[in-house]
């Protein structure tokens, strides 16, 4: 199960991360987000491109060194985590803010939040 967790998750977060990198314009079709200046643009592919690509090369790694995978099931726990938080507190807050991509969004980050938490006890549980 961790391995497939895993393979889900690098096959989502790095070509997405890939893609936004390099056209962080996209982003104003898919949700709305749109830079006014470079030092925007850059951003963008800073957040959206590198950290997401990150969070998917982490995968791969812990696919390559399973021993890695505790760790990295942690961390997605904790990062998916935090933009599940973060996109609560958004909709709370953001009149409007409950789109298709936002609810769409929602389901995908609590599902990973939970997965991998669970998947990470599980494999902690394991090495103790």
Avoid: H
């Avoid at 199960?1 to 977060?13: E, G, H, N, P, Q």
């Avoid at 505790?70 to 409007?96: F, I």
């Amino acid at each position: 199960m961790v391995r497939i967790f895993l393979a889900l998750a690098a096959l989502v977060w790095t070509p997405y991360g890939l893609y936004l990198m390099f056209a962080p314009g996209a982003l104003e079709g898919l949700a709305g987000v749109a830079a006014t200046s470079a030092a925007a643009t850059t951003e963008l592919r800073a957040m959206y491109g590198g950290l997401q690509t990150a969070v998917g090369v982490l995968c791969v790694a812990a696919l390559v060194r399973e021993r890695f995978a505790p760790a990295v099931l942690a961390v997605s726990a904790v990062l998916t985590g935090g933009l599940l938080t973060g996109r609560l507190v958004g909709a709370a807050m953001d009149a409007g803010a409950l789109d298709d991509y936002n609810i769409g969004a929602l389901c995908f980050e609590a599902t990973a939040t939970i997965c991998a938490a669970l998947l990470a006890r599980r494999a902690a549980d394991a090495i103790d």
